[in-house]
């Protein structure tokens, strides 16, 4: 099967989308069948990356993206910048206890999906159905966490890197305090979490590199180092009868070539 890595508009995660016989290219951009919806995205890698040899394609390839396709983008920019205005005004006025992060239109601008954040449970019935009138389409309210909100919202994290959540894959891999410990890191909560608020994500990739190195740990064995010190000069010779010589208390190396 070929694929190609291929990152969707406002994201920073990769899916592999399956191209079938079509010849693509990277960096060209191309529309794609997702489980959202129609979408498009750019192409980063023809085939796959290494580590990720079994991983299943999740979108396929629909055709690749013209002239018309690219102009297109700035009309759906501007259609969600409208619908998230307007969506965050009715919130206010109905008094939802709802925080919404952002608004995606896929491609076709069939439907409208408004992503936000809640500690409780909201019926959001009747805002659903002001938005449909207004926007003449399909609209779908998806709760997120917050790790899916920083993910969106985007950022960079005390390394001065991209946050990690928003390069990971779709599913958060856990983070425990065991891994803080075991890494002998600060366990002050301001040090080990990001801004989400949770562990930092990195701490469970550190962690997974940091398990070989224990295991090599616990097969080493220190050889024993003579503390024997010489006042006297001690010689190597070398294959080309170079003499390097090595003072012992100094530790000055001389170099005498013969």
Same mark, same amino acid.
């Given at each position: ?155 960079? #994290?005390? +390394? $001065? /890197?991209?946050? @990690? *959540?928003?390069?990971? !894959?779709? &599913? ?21 979490? #990001?801004? +989400? $608020? /949770?562990?930092? @994500? *990195?701490?469970?990739? !550190?962690? &997974? ?50």
């Amino acid at each position: 099967m070929n694929v190609a890595a291929t990152r969707i508009r406002n994201g920073f995660q990769l899916m592999y989308v399956d191209i079938g016989n079509t010849e693509v290219i990277a960096k060209s951009s191309i529309i794609v069948e997702t489980d959202q919806g129609m979408d498009i995205g750019k192409v980063m890698k023809v085939g796959r990356y290494i580590g990720d040899e079994e991983a299943e394609p999740t979108g396929k390839l629909i055709r690749v993206a013209s002239d018309e396709d690219l102009a297109s983008i700035e009309q759906i920019e501007e259609l969600e910048e409208k619908a998230f205005a307007e969506c965050k005004e009715k919130i206010t006025t109905k008094e939802l206890d709802m925080r919404l992060v952002s608004v995606k239109s896929i491609f076709d601008k069939t439907k409208l999906i408004f992503y936000f954040v809640s500690g409780n449970r909201i019926d959001f019935r009747e805002l659903v159905k002001e938005l449909a009138f207004v926007f003449k389409m399909r609209i779908e309210m998806r709760q997120i966490g917050v790790r899916d909100q920083a993910r969106i919202v985007g950022g960079y #994290g005390p +390394c $001065g /890197r991209i946050q @990690c *959540c928003a390069i990971q !894959k779709d &599913e958060f891999a856990p983070v425990s305090i065991k891994m803080a410990k075991e890494q002998n890191l600060n366990l002050n909560s301001l040090k080990i979490s #990001g801004m +989400c $608020g /949770r562990l930092l @994500c *990195c701490l469970g990739s !550190k962690y &997974e590199t940091l398990e070989p190195d224990k295991e090599s740990d616990e097969d080493y064995q220190p050889q024993e180092v003579s503390s024997k010190k010489t006042s006297v000069d001690e010689q190597m010779q070398d294959d080309d009868d170079d003499y390097y010589s090595i003072d012992g208390n100094t530790k000055n190396i001389k170099y005498r070539r013969l």
